[in-house]
């Protein structure tokens, strides 16, 4: 499992998209967005450092994206925002029109999470046609993906043969020659993005992401910046309030993440979130007459799921192609479909399956997590997502020894993944450049009403950091899901999309600690 302080959107949510997506080629074109591509730079582009104006008053060129009622542009930001002129760096960005009827509201901003989720891949596949429709009636729906994530100059690590060897490492190491090999991959993967990505590796940071973020908002004439931000989004969110807290308009941070905790507690919190995640699976599975993991008991489950781990990694099983399901993979692909119960299902059979010595099923879903195509070939977001957690935070371990003092925490935190889990945490001890960033209260003085959505059983931002983010936030507003699965608008509960709606479309936050089922 690479886990790595990994905050991914549902998984769920991404595969439907790609399927809206798939079906997308039909359909009438909206008209193209008003903007300030065809004018003067709005007043909003005004920025009061000099160095940065040929940004702020840049106009974006849009053009067709290939997509039925998108368009795309290219957006410059200085690749260092301490040295504007050393260099630039471009980024892509995509926007659909609003589609009416009502009065335009301007431009609404996305991010699904990560870090190193594709913005443009998530607009354009699900929240500029599956989001609220009286929300994109009234706003043009923007992302821009990230620097160094997918087609914003994308941060490479491995090739596709690299990164299958990779993901295979044992990381539960019984001995010193497995620990040996761990390591070895962990520096491999490092050493490979520093010969990769070069310079860019040390400014892909959550702050000057943030930054970028403004200039978007300047260039697109918006004068506040509205936002919704799932997972990691919601840090880049609360990030942007607190480096402009007089530029904030309507933000919803959906599945939060609690700034102010260091990166070896936010491992052990989310390992104690898969754990939740995995119980209410195991307590659906059980009532099941063919649950792969017994009938009797959670706790049977639970210990049937981590022998069948151990035997995993003494003996993997074939899967139909060159790779076989070890431990590792089988661990990522259960974890996979903890983001969304909606993948419950295809989690039974997987397991069904793979306890029978077919482990195809088990390794799709892997697959599908690590974002590998059938050709071998892999999305950036792995590589994006080490990058910006190892620059952001300071590492969790300096080395195995401390891991190996902090299993015991980590796997009273989840008996399941917990060992697992501390280890993958290892990754940033070996990262070539040293992190900016450190942990720390937000509180965005000044800010107007922010929305932070917190889901009561979520796997990979447990509900207890958008209880303390929206404590942290001069002006947070927590909005509760009781439920289960990674985020909750648009997930299917009426009482949370009317809730931030509102907030959207009135600017009236829902009141601090109203609950939703």
């Known amino acids: 499992m690479d886990s790595r302080r990994l905050l991914r959107t549902s998984a769920t949510a991404l595969a439907a998209a790609g399927l809206i997506l798939s079906g997308c080629t039909g359909g009438s074109d909206a008209a193209a967005p008003s903007g300030p591509s065809a004018a003067a730079p709005p007043a909003a582009a005004v920025t009061p450092d000099p160095a940065l104006r040929s940004f702020y008053g840049q106009q974006l060129a849009w053009r067709d994206c290939g997509v039925p009622t998108f368009q795309c542009a290219t957006l410059r930001v200085p690749i260092d925002y ?29 991010n699904p999470g990560g870090p190193g989720g594709s913005a443009v891949g998530y607009l354009q596949g699900y929240a500029g046609i599956g989001y609220p429709a009286p929300v994109r009636a009234r706003y043009d729906m923007i992302a821009v993906d990230p620097r160094g994530v997918a087609r914003s100059e994308p941060v490479e690590c491995l090739s596709g043969p690299q990164m299958d060897t990779y993901t295979q490492v044992d990381q539960t ?148 192609e ?90 009273k935190a989840s008996p399941v993944f917990g060992e697992g889990l501390a280890w993958a945490a290892l990754n940033c001890a070996y990262w070539p450049v040293p992190p900016t960033g450190r942990p720390h209260r937000i509180t965005a003085e000044g800010a107007a009403p922010i929305v932070v959505v917190g889901t009561t059983r979520d796997p990979a931002t447990p509900y207890k950091w958008a209880r303390s983010l929206a404590d942290q936030l001069s002006s947070g507003s927590l909005l509760t899901y009781e439920g289960d699965g990674h985020t909750a608008y648009g997930r299917g509960s009426d009482c949370i999309d009317s809730a931030i709606n509102t907030y959207l479309l009135e600017g009236t936050a829902p009141k601090d600690g109203k609950r939703c089922t």
């Open 82 to 110: 301490a040295k504007p002129t050393a260099g630039e760096i471009k980024l892509a960005v995509s926007r659909v029109a609003a589609t009416g009827p009502g009065k335009r509201l301007g431009s609404l901003l996305v």
């Open 322 to 411: 060159s790779r076989k399901l070890g431990e590792s993979l089988a661990t990522t692909g259960v974890i996979a479909a903890m983001y969304d119960e909606g993948a419950w299902p295809q989690l039974r059979e997987a397991l069904t399956s793979a306890m029978s010595g077919d482990g195809a099923s088990l390794l799709a879903l892997a697959d599908s997590y690590y974002e590998r195509e059938p050709d071998g070939t892999y999305a950036n977001l792995m590589y994006a997502n080490a990058a910006v957690n190892c620059l952001d935070l300071p590492a969790s371990f300096a080395g195995p020894a401390d891991v190996e003092k902090a299993v015991p925490s980590f796997e």
């Open 173 to 320: 190491p019984d001995d010193a020659a497995e620990t040996t090999a761990l390591t070895a991959s962990y520096k491999g993967f490092a050493t490979g993005c520093e010969k990769s990505s070069g310079a860019l590796l040390a400014h892909v940071s959550t702050v000057e992401t943030a930054k970028d973020m403004d200039v978007l908002r300047a260039v697109l004439g918006d004068e506040k910046l509205t936002y919704v931000g799932a997972s990691y989004g919601t840090f880049l969110g609360a990030t942007y309030a607190e480096l402009f807290p007089g530029r904030v308009g309507r933000l919803v941070l959906d599945g939060a993440m609690d700034p102010a905790l260091p990166a070896i507690d936010l491992n052990r919190d989310q390992t104690a979130g898969f754990e939740t995640a995995f119980r209410a699976f195991a307590a659906d599975c059980v009532q099941k007459p063919d649950c792969p993991l017994g009938t009797s008991s959670v706790d049977a489950a639970s210990d049937a799921l981590k022998g069948f781990f151990r035997a995993l990694d003494v003996n993997p099983v074939p899967t139909g």
